[in-house]
């Protein structure tokens, strides 16, 4: 496999590699804090605190990126993480954490990750050619599972060598490995502002377009772009609808599948497993072939392919059936992912990227999580079977605004590096600029 071409990209893609573990280590000494001062109540306050402000404020982290580019918006972002996780450990090292502060600490960081998640989505079409997007979007999903995956082992040692205090250390030491890897990468300028002659010679260089509209005007635009949109808006209506279908099911229940049959912890890691090795392999694929044919109708069936598969586990008749679905889930949910990102990063104008990224990542990590209580209360009620099925047959509803909207039938991914950005739904025309206030 050859490495993607386009400047930056493997600094890219290590920085965004070492965020995630950076992530999956933070949280995990949040929780292990939180349970030495707290009850079971409390914990799970501290551990959702965070997701609240990164929900509210994360359409409005779109707004940042585009408006200030997202080289710079990233690198600020993931600076204040590293800042607020050292001074984090620093406290711990000092005196027992009190709960307060551990609340302080997970808002003040959902802050931070509401402007760096859109502005580290935004990036890669501004380093890389379209046509190597494809292949990017697979490296990302692989480095999402890799990281989450060494993000237990590397937490868990820093909490046995020394407590919270270390495994903070660790995960600002992380994000502090990441920030150099960002300041280095070169941005090109957008198609519609000047350029600088020699712009791409420099690190950092870009060319930021003039903003005469207020920040909620340009919060509405980037929706409505995304709403009318051929083949952007019935993706993130598609991908809403998947993420509140699986999300669940996968996160609440397979928890609850595992006890209610008998299979233990270690059932319920198989299945775990199967899925992230499934979805590992997806990401795989798209990173080493680069391009599938026809994806717009490969997602759509892969799309398929995921809801059927993870909403038959509660069906299996033993363990060994549900662990394959769960393969075959992520699997099929890997690959129609990568491919929903690489056309939309595609066929995004530049100079709303910032907002396409936020509005495709607002679903899974601000929705989503608001429907765990009721797939437990449901699978209380009428057991696992039912719950499982109806909620692969809701993510399916995805697939068919996909099949109802022609560009997404007819996407194709960018096939050679042009002189002029390629558009994978065809030639779209940017949205006229705003008028002054």
């Given at each position: 496999?050859?490495?993607?071409?386009?400047?930056?990209?493997?600094?890219?893609?290590?920085?965004?590699?070492?965020?995630?573990?950076?992530?999956?280590?933070?949280?995990?000494?949040?929780?292990?804090?939180?349970?030495?001062?707290?009850?079971?109540?409390?914990?799970?306050?501290?551990?959702?605190?965070?997701?609240?402000?990164?929900?509210?404020?994360?359409?409005?982290?779109?707004?940042?990126?585009?408006?200030?580019?997202?080289?710079?918006?990233?690198?600020?972002?993931?600076?204040?993480?590293?800042?607020?996780?050292?001074?984090?450990?620093?406290?711990?090292?000092?005196?027992?954490?009190?709960?307060?502060?551990?609340?302080?600490?997970?808002?003040?960081?959902?802050?931070?990750?509401?402007?760096?998640?859109?502005?580290?989505?935004?990036?890669?079409?501004?380093?890389?050619?379209?046509?190597?997007?494809?292949?990017?979007?697979?490296?990302?999903?692989?480095?999402?599972?890799?990281?989450?995956?060494?993000?237990?082992?590397?937490?868990?040692?820093?909490?046995?060598?020394?407590?919270?205090?270390?495994?903070?250390?660790?995960?600002?030491?992380?994000?502090?490995?990441?920030?150099?890897?960002?300041?280095?990468?070169?941005?090109?300028?957008?198609?519609?502002?000047?350029?600088?002659?020699?712009?791409?010679?420099?690190?950092?260089?870009?060319?930021?377009?003039?903003?005469?509209?207020?920040?909620?005007?340009?919060?509405?635009?980037?929706?409505?772009?995304?709403?009318?949109?051929?083949?952007?808006?019935?993706?993130?209506?598609?991908?809403?609808?998947?993420?509140?279908?699986?999300?669940?099911?996968?996160?609440?229940?397979?928890?609850?599948?595992?006890?209610?049959?008998?299979?233990?912890?270690?059932?319920?890691?198989?299945?775990?497993?199967?899925?992230?090795?499934?979805?590992?392999?997806?990401?795989?694929?798209?990173?080493?072939?680069?391009?599938?044919?026809?994806?717009?109708?490969?997602?759509?069936?892969?799309?398929?392919?995921?809801?059927?598969?993870?909403?038959?586990?509660?069906?299996?008749?033993?363990?060994?059936?549900?662990?394959?679905?769960?393969?075959?889930?992520?699997?099929?949910?890997?690959?129609?992912?990568?491919?929903?990102?690489?056309?939309?990063?595609?066929?995004?104008?530049?100079?709303?990227l910032g907002r396409v990224t936020?509005?495709?990542?607002?679903?899974?990590?601000?929705?989503?999580?608001?429907?765990?209580?009721?797939?437990?209360?449901?699978?209380?009620?009428?057991?696992?079977?039912?719950?499982?099925?109806?909620?692969?047959?809701?993510?399916?509803?995805?697939?068919?605004?996909?099949?109802?909207?022609?560009?997404?039938?007819?996407?194709?991914?960018?096939r050679a590096r042009g002189p002029?950005?390629?558009?994978?739904?065809?030639?779209?025309?940017?949205?006229?600029?705003?008028?002054?206030?």
């Amino acid at each position: 496999m050859s490495a993607p071409r386009g400047t930056g990209v493997l600094r890219w893609l290590v920085a965004y590699a070492l965020s995630v573990l950076g992530d999956g280590v933070f949280y995990l000494a949040l929780g292990w804090a939180a349970q030495r001062v707290a009850g079971p109540a409390e914990t799970g306050v501290v551990m959702a605190a965070g997701s609240v402000p990164r929900a509210v404020l994360l359409l409005g982290g779109g707004v940042v990126a585009d408006r200030f580019g997202p080289r710079g918006v990233v690198i600020g972002a993931d600076a204040a993480r590293c800042v607020l996780i050292l001074g984090a450990a620093a406290a711990l090292g000092i005196a027992a954490p009190g709960l307060w502060l551990l609340v302080a600490v997970a808002l003040a960081f959902g802050v931070a990750d509401a402007l760096f998640l859109p502005a580290v989505g935004a990036l890669p079409a501004r380093i890389a050619p379209p046509e190597e997007l494809g292949r990017i979007a697979g490296l990302r999903a692989l480095a999402l599972r890799l990281g989450g995956a060494a993000a237990a082992p590397v937490g868990g040692y820093a909490l046995v060598l020394g407590g919270p205090a270390a495994a903070f250390a660790a995960a600002g030491l992380l994000f502090a490995a990441s920030v150099p890897l960002l300041m280095t990468l070169r941005v090109r300028p957008l198609p519609d502002a000047p350029g600088v002659p020699g712009a791409l010679d420099a690190p950092g260089a870009e060319a930021a377009p003039a903003h005469p509209a207020g920040a909620g005007r340009e919060l509405r635009e980037g929706l409505r772009y995304v709403r009318g949109h051929p083949l952007i808006g019935p993706l993130v209506l598609s991908g809403a609808l998947s993420e509140l279908g699986l999300n669940g099911p996968l996160n609440v229940g397979l928890v609850l599948l595992a006890a209610e049959r008998g299979w233990g912890a270690a059932g319920l890691g198989w299945l775990v497993g199967a899925f992230g090795l499934g979805a590992g392999a997806g990401a795989l694929l798209l990173a080493v072939t680069g391009r599938l044919p026809r994806p717009g109708l490969v997602h759509i069936a892969t799309l398929v392919a995921a809801g059927a598969a993870l909403g038959s586990v509660a069906l299996a008749p033993s363990h060994g059936l549900a662990v394959a679905a769960c393969g075959l889930g992520g699997l099929a949910g890997g690959v129609c992912g990568g491919l929903a990102y690489a056309l939309i990063q595609t066929s995004a104008a530049p100079a709303y990227l910032g907002r396409v990224t936020a509005a495709t990542s607002l679903t899974g990590l601000g929705l989503a999580p608001l429907c765990y209580p009721l797939v437990g209360a449901a699978i209380g009620a009428w057991g696992s079977a039912p719950v499982f099925l109806a909620c692969g047959a809701f993510s399916c509803l995805g697939a068919v605004v996909c099949l109802a909207a022609p560009a997404v039938r007819r996407a194709e991914l960018p096939r050679a590096r042009g002189p002029r950005r390629t558009s994978a739904a065809g030639p779209v025309p940017d949205p006229p600029p705003a008028p002054a206030p």
